[in-house]
């Protein structure tokens, strides 16, 4: 038997022995018959001693039943808020499915008047998978300032997408919110300063994800630089903006919208052999067209077309590629050289279909009075369904250019943008060199 149970069996045998064994006596008996007045009434002891146990044994029972009672109640409302909470739990799941499955109305019926963050968020989504962007940014605020949600806080982001400080403000908190795992924040607000152009704070957050451990996209470093630099270019010296150029090729030597902007400084300045010589070397290095489409331009604009061709000539001598065949053939054509034109262009249209050289071809040929082959150029030219204008592509994406630029607009790649003739790979026929 326990200890607790031998105490209590021998707490009751006291209370009971006791009173038992003083009553047993017949002058305790008198005893207890004795009066007395108590409150203008006439009691007993024993009536007394009766009375007091009752009270002492009613005060507690009632102390302890209203207690049950709350607890009671309690209870109760802690059943049906778990019964909510549950009923809730599964609108929830439901409302997720039918996000799943594109019924975003049906998903936000569902959740519509919860408040926990996680019913916020999926109303939320509900709202802007219907398009309905102004009632979803305060729902994502909400889950994301209250909730602790990172993914509201992503969403909130691309809700604020393009309004500038709104949208770097929630980016910004996500980063600091968890740094160790925050690397899609620091993209995403690096997408911003980009739109923004805010050359110098992109720089900043790749420096920052370096110093944090996470991997950086370290290939952008040299197209913020350069567009750093360049956009300080009208306000700086040109000695200030040459160094810039100078230390973003030192770590990127094959940068060609640092090199091209290096040349285009040393022309302003009049430093023009510096220059040609930059636009040669860079295009040693790299084969971009757009390093001859500048020398050709200056000389142009200079009325010197012969310096032009020298040029080409003498890159023809070095290296007979289809881009430098096809820019020197292009030049005659513009300058009415139509024999010397043809010379360089028909061997290229050999090798592969490339629209401009088929449009320049059939119009030389027309005037040259053979119209059966000016037909089969412009018919393959039209099988071929190209703008003329688009002689560029992007090497990342496809897209045609009517010129180069440092970075295409479709994809937003810097430094991928070539001629369509640097594309061919194949041999052209030899031809006897040319010497100046």
């Given at each position: 038997?326990?200890?607790?149970?031998?105490?209590?069996?021998?707490?009751?045998?006291?209370?009971?022995?006791?009173?038992?064994?003083?009553?047993?006596?017949?002058?305790?008996?008198?005893?207890?018959?004795?009066?007395?007045?108590?409150?203008?009434?006439?009691?007993?002891?024993?009536?007394?001693?009766?009375?007091?146990?009752?009270?002492?044994?009613?005060?507690p029972c009632l102390?302890?039943?209203?207690?049950?009672?709350?607890?009671?109640?309690?209870?109760?409302?802690?059943?049906?808020?778990?019964?909510?909470?549950?009923?809730?739990?599964?609108?929830?799941?439901?409302?997720?499915?039918?996000?799943?499955?594109?019924?975003?109305?049906?998903?936000?019926?569902?959740?519509?008047?919860?408040?926990?963050?996680?019913?916020?968020?999926?109303?939320?989504?509900?709202?802007l998978a219907l398009?309905?962007?102004?009632?979803?940014?305060?729902?994502?605020?909400?889950?994301?300032?209250?909730?602790?949600?990172?993914?509201?806080?992503?969403?909130?982001?691309?809700?604020?997408?393009?309004?500038?400080?709104?949208?770097?403000?929630?980016?910004?908190?996500?980063?600091?919110?968890?740094?160790?795992?925050?690397r899609r924040a620091?993209?995403?607000?690096?997408?911003?300063?980009?739109?923004?152009?805010?050359?110098?704070?992109?720089?900043?957050?790749?420096?920052?994800?370096?110093?944090?451990?996470?991997?950086?996209?370290?290939?952008?470093?040299?197209?913020?630089?350069?567009?750093?630099?360049?956009?300080?270019?009208?306000?700086?010296?040109?000695?200030?903006?040459?160094?810039?150029?100078?230390?973003?090729?030192?770590?990127?030597?094959?940068?060609?919208?640092?090199?091209?902007?290096?040349?285009?400084?040393?022309?302003?300045?009049?430093?023009?052999?510096?220059?040609?010589?930059?636009?040669?070397?860079?295009?040693?290095?790299?084969?971009?067209?757009?390093?001859?489409?500048?020398?050709?331009?200056?000389?142009?604009?200079?009325?010197?077309?012969?310096?032009?061709?020298?040029?080409?000539?003498?890159?023809?001598?070095?290296?007979?590629?289809?881009?430098?065949?096809?820019?020197?053939?292009?030049?005659?054509?513009?300058?009415?050289?139509?024999?010397?034109?043809?010379?360089?262009?028909?061997?290229?249209?050999?090798?592969?279909?490339?629209?401009?050289?088929?449009?320049?071809?059939?119009?030389?040929?027309?005037?040259?009075?053979?119209?059966?082959?000016?037909?089969?150029?412009?018919?393959?030219?039209?099988?071929?369904?190209?703008?003329?204008?688009?002689?560029?592509?992007?090497?990342?994406?496809?897209?045609?250019?009517?010129?180069?630029?440092?970075?295409?607009?479709?994809?937003?790649?810097?430094?991928?943008?070539?001629?369509?003739?640097?594309?061919?790979?194949?041999?052209?026929?030899?031809?006897?060199?040319?010497?100046?």
């Amino acid at each position: 038997m326990k200890p607790k149970t031998v105490l209590i069996i021998l707490a009751v045998t006291l209370i009971v022995l006791i009173p038992y064994l003083f009553i047993r006596e017949s002058q305790n008996q008198d005893l207890l018959m004795n009066q007395f007045i108590y409150l203008g009434y006439e009691f007993s002891v024993l009536q007394g001693f009766v009375l007091t146990l009752i009270v002492s044994v009613l005060a507690p029972c009632l102390y302890f039943t209203v207690i049950y009672m709350r607890l009671l109640k309690r209870n109760r409302a802690l059943q049906k808020a778990e019964n909510d909470s549950g009923s809730q739990r599964d609108s929830r799941r439901e409302a997720a499915v039918l996000l799943a499955h594109g019924m975003a109305q049906q998903a936000l019926d569902k959740v519509s008047g919860q408040e926990e963050p996680e019913a916020q968020l999926l109303a939320a989504r509900a709202n802007l998978a219907l398009g309905n962007e102004e009632a979803a940014a305060p729902l994502l605020a909400k889950a994301f300032e209250e909730g602790g949600s990172d993914e509201a806080g992503y969403l909130l982001a691309e809700c604020y997408r393009g309004t500038g400080t709104a949208e770097v403000d929630v980016l910004m908190r996500l980063t600091a919110r968890s740094p160790d795992k925050a690397r899609r924040a620091y993209l995403m607000l690096m997408e911003t300063y980009e739109r923004n152009a805010n050359w110098k704070g992109a720089l900043d957050l790749v420096a920052d994800m370096r110093n944090k451990g996470m991997d950086a996209p370290e290939h952008k470093v040299p197209a913020y630089r350069y567009e750093w630099v360049r956009a300080q270019a009208a306000e700086l010296p040109p000695k200030k903006t040459i160094e810039g150029y100078q230390q973003i090729l030192k770590e990127a030597p094959h940068f060609v919208p640092a090199n091209l902007g290096l040349g285009e400084t040393y022309l302003v300045s009049g430093a023009m052999e510096k220059a040609f010589r930059v636009f040669e070397q860079a295009f040693e290095n790299t084969g971009n067209p757009a390093f001859l489409d500048r020398l050709e331009r200056f000389y142009l604009d200079q009325d010197r077309p012969e310096d032009a061709i020298q040029i080409y000539r003498q890159l023809l001598v070095k290296h007979d590629t289809p881009l430098i065949r096809y820019k020197l053939g292009k030049l005659y054509y513009q300058l009415e050289m139509l024999d010397e034109s043809l010379e360089q262009l028909e061997p290229l249209a050999k090798q592969q279909d490339l629209p401009p050289v088929l449009v320049m071809l059939a119009e030389i040929k027309a005037r040259r009075f053979r119209a059966e082959e000016a037909l089969e150029d412009m018919l393959r030219f039209a099988r071929k369904q190209q703008a003329l204008s688009g002689e560029y592509v992007c090497e990342n994406c496809d897209t045609r250019h009517a010129g180069w630029s440092a970075r295409c607009e479709h994809c937003g790649y810097w430094d991928r943008i070539t001629h369509l003739a640097a594309r061919v790979k194949t041999e052209l026929p030899a031809q006897a060199p040319l010497y100046y």
